[in-house]
C-alpha cells in the first residue's frame, strides 16, 4: 500500500481528522490573522526520525486551504523513507497564512505519530540486518490508524501481518479453547474459510508445535519463547512451515530471536508505543497581499 | 465530559474501529469457534495503572454480540479512576465465545490507550499535589480520539484546554507575526471574537508578558521559560491575568513550575506520548451451549 | 465567519438541500427542455433588501449543473453587503437552461432567508447607531442554518453570541435552580468549565446583578429590564462586566436601551422571525445550442 | 404523512439538529448542573397556537436523554391539532435536568417553527371555511424542513402540493420559453414524463387558458390574477382541468378568491413566512436524586 | 433521466460499489503490478447487446485511477443505446495498469447488468413495433440499483413506470382489501394524495374495470388477463382510462396484447430477469513508464 | 458467514434499500389504507426452491413497521436451507397492513433474487453429489448485494471464493502481462503479500501449469479447459497445489469436471445469471383496529 492523497478513504479520514480540531472555525486565525496575509513556513523535525505521511500532511493543509477558497504550496523537501536529523527541513509552505495556522496542529499530530512508528520499525529492521528474518506489525494499532500505521511500518522497512480479522486466519490459543482442541480447529478452519487464506496456529510450547505441523498448517507463531526454545522449533520444522516469533521481544532481544533463522517477528510496540516524534512549524514572514 | 456509551458520536466511532478491525467478518472465529459456544473470561491489567474508558470497552463486545444476534454480559470490576496493581481484574465477560473474541483486539487497543493517558496524567497530577496548580493537556492529541483522551485526562486528575480552535483563544508567536504585532493582535481578537471567549496570548519572554498585560488579556501562556523566570512573571502578574506554563516539562522538572504559584501547566505529553498499558483477556473455560 | 462555497460543511449543507427538493430528478424540466437548450437569466430582488448568501445561491447553481455534466456562469453582480432596491439585479447566469431551473427553487429559497436575516439585522443596527452597543444574534436559530445565519447577522453588522452550547457559558435562570443558587453555580462553572470561556450569567433583578458581580462574572446578561433599570444596571456595573441586555426589545425600544450605555443587545428575532424578502429569477431568453 | 419519531429521517435529522447546537457538549450545564439533579419543567405557549410537531419536540429530548444514559418522561398534554390559547400548557417532562436543559433550545426552535406554520394555514383554511377550495402549499419551504413543514401544513387544515421536482409535473412560464411554447412543452411532458404524473401548466391569462385546455392539460396554476379573472377562468374550463390559483394572495384576498369556485390555492407565506410561535420551559422545582 | 458521471448519486454508488470489492486494497495488483506499469486495454462485447452503462463504467476506472493518483484515459468507441455484435469493441482504455485491474471486475459487473436491461427491453420493444402501445417496467428492481436499471429501460427503447413508492399511486388488490372496496379506496386516494399524481387503480376482471371507470380513475392496471379479454377492456374503456397490461406476459405473447391497443404493457423481466451479458477486458500490451 | 439481521452492515443497506424504494413516502398506502387496518398475510413461493433470506426479509417489514411507529410479527416458517415447492408458506406476517403493503416489494425484490442464488447453487452441488469437489463462487456478483449473494452461496451448498481484492490473491493472465512474466510475478507476489495469504495464479495450458507449480504456487486456477485437459492437470499436480476450474461450465458439464478430482469449480452464474424466484405476498383478511 502506499498512501494516495486522492483516496477516498484517506480524503475521508483526513478530513473527519480536521473537523475534530476546527470544529465551527478557527475563531482565533479568523479574529486575529488579515484574510489576506500570505506568508511561508518550513516544516521541521526537532529530533532525527525516518519520514512516514508526507502525502498526508500535505492533505491537511490542502484541505483546510479549500475551506478558505485559497490554494497554498506545499513543496516536500525529503519524501516519505527518508532519515533526517534535528533540523532538517522536510517542506515548505507558502501561501495563505490563515489555512497553514488552522491546519498546522492537525497535521503535526499526524505526522509526528507516523514518523514514530517508521522510526522505531526502522530500528528494529535495522537490529536485524543480515538475517533472513522480516519485522511484522501486529493488530495492535491505534483505533482508525491501522492502515495509515501500517504503511508507515512499510516505510520503516518493516511489512505487514494481516489487516483485520477479515484477510488471515490465525487460530490463537482462546480459539482453541473455545473449538476443543487443535485437531477440531485445524478440521474446522479448512472446512469453513475461503481457500484463499493460509491457516496459521498459535502454540505456546513444543509439543504443540508438533501438533500443528502434523496437522499441516503452513504458519506457526510461536507465543513468548526464548531464542534457544525458538531454534530448537527452527530445527523441528524442518523448513515446512513458514515460523513467527511473538511475544517479549524488544531492541535488545530482537537479534538474538532473528539468528534463530525464523521467518517473521512480529513486534506491537512499533504500532502500540511508538514514540510521538518532535516536529514544528516556523513561519519565516509575513506580508500582506496587494 | 462523562463517556455515555449512549451517546451518537461515540456509539458512530466505536462502530467505525470496530469496522476498521472486523472487515468483511472474523474469518478465524466464525470458521473455528462453533456459534453455540458459550464461556467466561477476564479483563485484566499485566501492570499498575489508572482505568479510563471502561465504557468504551464495553461497548465494543456489546456492538458486536449484536452482529452475533447474542447477548452478552460486561461486569465492570474496576471503574474509572480506579488505581489498580498488575494481575488485577478490570471486568469479567460472559457469554457467546464468537463476539468475545471478535472484539477482543479493538476493545483491548482502545482501553490500553485511554489507562496509558489516565495513567501518566495522574503522575503529574501526584507531582504537584499540595500546590494550587492545575494539569492540563493540549490539542496535541490523537486524530479520532480527542475527546476521549481528554476524558481520560480527567479521570487521571487533570484538567482540559480547548477542546478545538472554535471553543477558545490563544494567540501565538505565528498568529503574532501574522497580524503585525501584540498591540494589532488583541485589538483584532476583542473586536472579532464571540465575546464568550477569554483571549489568552502566548508570550516569550518578560517584556511580551508586561505588553499582554498592559493589552487587557485574561490568560497569558508563558512559553518555554525556566521555573525562575515564571516566578518573576507570577510576580509581575499580581493576579491580574490566568497564568499558564508550557513547554518542555517532564515529571522531574513539573513540581518546581508548581511551586511558583502559576495557575496550569499544560502537558503534551499526556496525549501524545502516553505509553499503551498492556492488558489482557483471558478465557476461563468454555462450553458448548444445550 | 466567512461562506466558504468550498467548505465540507457548506458543500455537503447544500448538496442535501438540493436533494430535498430535486428527489430523483427534476420530472418537469427532464421531459419538457431540450437538453441542449442554452439561455440567460437574471436574479432580481423584488423589495429592498441587504444582500447575504451570493456564494451559497451560487453554489446550488453550480452543484446542480454538474448533475447535467454542464457549467453555467454564475456572476454576481452585488456581493454580500450590498444593500439594494426593489428591481435590482443581484446576478446574471448564464448556460444550460435545465440546471438552472432545476436548482432555481433551493437558491431562492436559501438566499431570500438570509437576505432577510441580515436586512432585519440592518435595521437595529441602524437604530443603535452612534452608540457603543453592538447588536448580536442568539441560538434561536432555524435548526440546520445556524452557521448561515450568523454569518448573515454579521453582513448586517450585528455580532454572534455563542454559536453552540459548547463554545461559551451562558448560566440562566433554570441553572441557578438546578445548581442551588448563584454562589454555588458560579463555584462549580469555574472549576469545570476550560479555561478559555468567561462565565455569563443572567439576573433577572438588580439583586442579582450585585451578587452576581461579588461573584466575580466576567458578563452579565439582564433579562426583561426596563431601560430605566439597565441605565441603573450600567452604574452599578461600573465597568466591570460585559453587560448584555435582552427580553422583548424591538426596532421601536431597542435605541432607548442602547442609550444606556449596555455593551451588547441580543434579539431573537434577528432569526426566528426575519422576513423571507422577495426574489426572483427572470429568464431573458432561450436558444437551442449548435 | 404523519411525523412518526421512529422513522430514520425524521431521527436523522433531529439528531443532526441538536449536534448543531450541542456541539462538543453542553459546557454549561455540565459544569453546573450536578448530575443527579432531577426535576420536573412544563412546556408552555405564550401567545395563541396551533399546535404542530410535538413528537419531534419530545424525541430533542429523548435523544438528548440517552446522550446522558439517563432516561426522562415527555408527557403530551395537547397533540397536533390542538388550538390552545396564551399560557397553556403542551407537555410536561421529568426526568434528569441536564438533558432537558440541553435539549431545550433545539426543541423549542423546531416546535415553535412548526406551530408558525400550522397556525397561519389554519387561520387561511378558516377564511375560505364553507367553500370548495383548499389551501395548499407550495416549495418555498426552509431547506432541510421541507417534510416537516408540509406535515404541519395538513395539521392546519392544508392540503400538499408537490414534496419536490420529481413527484409532480409543473410546467412554469420559463419552461414555456425553454421549450418553445405551450404545444411543444405538452407534448414533450406527455412524451416523456412518467404516466402516473399528471401535468400541470402556468398560464399568466385567459388565452394560454384556453390554449392550455385544447392541450388537453389536467391541472391549470392560474397565475397573478385578479378575483374577476379567475371567475371567468372558472367559467372558461368547465370544470374540465383542476384550477388551482397562485400569487399575492393574502388573508384579506383569499375568500374573495375561494368565492370563484377554484380547487386550490397555493400560498408561499404558509411556510416562507410563517411567525415563529413564542414557547417557553418552565422548570418546576429541582431535588437531588438520593 | 440521464445518467450523469457527476451527479453526486451515482458517484457515491458507484463508490460504495468500488470500496465493496476493493475493501482494504487489490492484494493482488499492489504485489504483482509495478507501479509504473503502463499500457492499453479494450472493453469488449462476447455476445450482441444494446449497450447501456457506459458512463458508470468509465466511472469506476476513473475513480479506481484517482485512488492511485493517476489519471487514464477512457475513450468510449459505442455510445449508450449502440447494438453490438460479439467481438465489438465497446472502449478503450489507456493508462497506468494498476488501477484498470483494480477497477475491471466492478465495471464490467455493473456494465453486464445494464446492456442486459437493455438489450432485454429492446427485444419487448421490437416485438410490438408499429403498435401504439410502450413498454414499461415495474418496481421489481435490483436493491440499490434501481436508477441505474430503469435508466437502461429507457436505453432499450422502454419507459418508465413509477421510480418509488412516493411519485405516482397505484391502487392494487391488497390496498382495495384494506381499505373496504373501489369505492372507499378511490374516494380516499382522491382527498389524501397530492394533486399532481394520477390515481391508477388494477383490476382483475371486467367488472372491476367498469366499477373504477365509474369512479373516475385515469389509468387502470389490467392485471393477468388474456389477450382477448384485454380487447375488451380497451372497446369498454373508449379512451377515457390509460389503459396498462401486466402479468405473464413473454416475448412470445407480447404482440398479442400490443395489438388490443393497450397504452402500455408492463414487465417485470425487464429487470428481475435480464441476463447478464457476457463482456471481457482484454489487455493489449503493458510497458514501464520511463 | 451468517446473516444477522442486527449486523450493522446488513441494516444499513436493508435500510437504504427501503428508502430506494419508498422515497418521501408511499403515497398510495399513506391515502387509501385506514391507519387502523389490521391484518394478516402470507409469504408463498409460487416455484420450487432453495430458501434463502428470511432474515432480510423480515427485516424490511420490520423497519418499516417502525417508520409507522407500529410493530407487525414475521413469524417464519420455512428457514434458509429449506427446500420449497410452488404453493408453500415461507412466512406469516401480522400486524398493521400500512407497513406491510410498503414494504411488500423490497422484501420480495431482495428474497427472489437470494432465493434464486442459493436455487441455482443447490443444482451445481447436486450435480456434484459424492466427488470431492466443491462448488464455488466468483466476485461476478451484483454491486452491493455480494455479502448476502455469498452468503445465498452457502445455503446452497456452495462454498466462497474471495469475498474482495484484499483477502486472496489470485494472479490472472492480465497480472502476468503487466508483470513481466510468471516467475517475476510470483517473486513479486511472495515478497509483497502479506504472509497470511496464499497464492494462486490463473494458468492457460499444462506448460504454465508446470512453471506455476515449479514456483511453488499453492492454488492453481485452470482457466477454460475440457475435462480430458484438467484430468490431465490432475495427474501432473500430484496433489501440489489446490486446483480449481472454471471457465464455460454449466450444469450438463460440471459433473464430468468434477470426476477428474478437482478441488473447487467456480461458477459465475451462481451470482451473475442466477434466476429470480417467483414469489408471492397474499393479504388473509383485514380488519379494522378497536
Not at 519463547?225 to 522449533?233: G, I, K, L, N, Y
Request: glycine share 10%.
Amino acid at each position: 500500500m502506499t498512501i494516495s492523497s486522492t483516496s477516498p478513504d484517506v480524503r475521508n479520514l483526513v478530513a473527519a481528522w480536521l473537523a475534530e480540531d476546527i470544529g465551527r472555525g478557527d475563531v482565533t486565525t479568523n479574529s486575529v490573522v488579515p484574510g489576506e496575509a500570505f506568508g511561508r513556513a518550513r516544516l521541521e523535525a526537532r529530533e532525527p526520525c525516518v519520514v512516514a505521511g508526507m502525502a498526508v500532511a500535505a492533505l491537511c493543509f490542502e484541505l483546510t486551504a479549500e475551506r478558505f477558497d485559497g490554494m497554498l504550496e506545499f513543496k516536500e523537501v525529503v519524501g516519505d523513507g527518508g532519515r533526517v536529523e534535528a533540523g532538517e527541513v522536510l517542506a515548505r509552505i507558502e501561501g495563505p497564512l490563515a489555512p497553514i495556522l488552522t491546519a498546522e496542529r492537525t497535521a503535526l499530530n499526524l505526522l509526528a505519530r507516523l514518523c514514530g512508528v517508521a522510526t522505531i520499525t526502522s530500528r528494529y529492521v535495522d537490529a536485524v540486518a543480515g538475517t533472513k528474518t522480516q519485522i511484522v506489525d501486529t493488530r495492535k494499532t491505534t483505533p482508525g490508524m491501522r492502515n495509515l500505521q501500517k504503511y508507515a511500518v512499510t516505510v520503516g522497512g518493516g511489512s505487514n501481518h494481516r489487516f483485520g480479522l477479515d484477510d488471515g486466519i490465525l487460530v490463537k490459543d482462546n480459539h482453541l479453547i473455545a473449538a476443543g482442541g487443535v485437531t477440531e480447529a485445524l478440521a474446522r478452519a479448512r472446512s469453513g474459510a475461503p481457500h484463499g487464506l493460509r491457516i496459521e496456529v498459535e502454540v505456546a510450547n513444543l509439543e504443540e508445535l508438533k501438533e500443528a505441523l502434523d496437522g499441516g498448517v503452513e504458519a506457526i507463531l510461536l507465543d513468548n519463547m526464548s531464542p534457544e526454545t525458538v531454534a530448537e522449533a527452527v530445527r523441528i520444522n524442518e523448513g515446512r512451515a513458514l515460523l513467527e516469533v511473538s511475544g517479549g521481544i524488544n531492541l535488545d532481544t530482537v537479534r538474538s530471536y532473528a539468528m534463530t533463522g525464523v521467518d517473521l517477528i512480529s513486534v506491537g510496540a512499533l504500532t502500540h508505543s511508538a514514540p510521538s516524534i518532535d516536529l514544528a512549524l516556523e513561519f519565516l514572514e509575513s506580508e500582506l497581499e496587494e
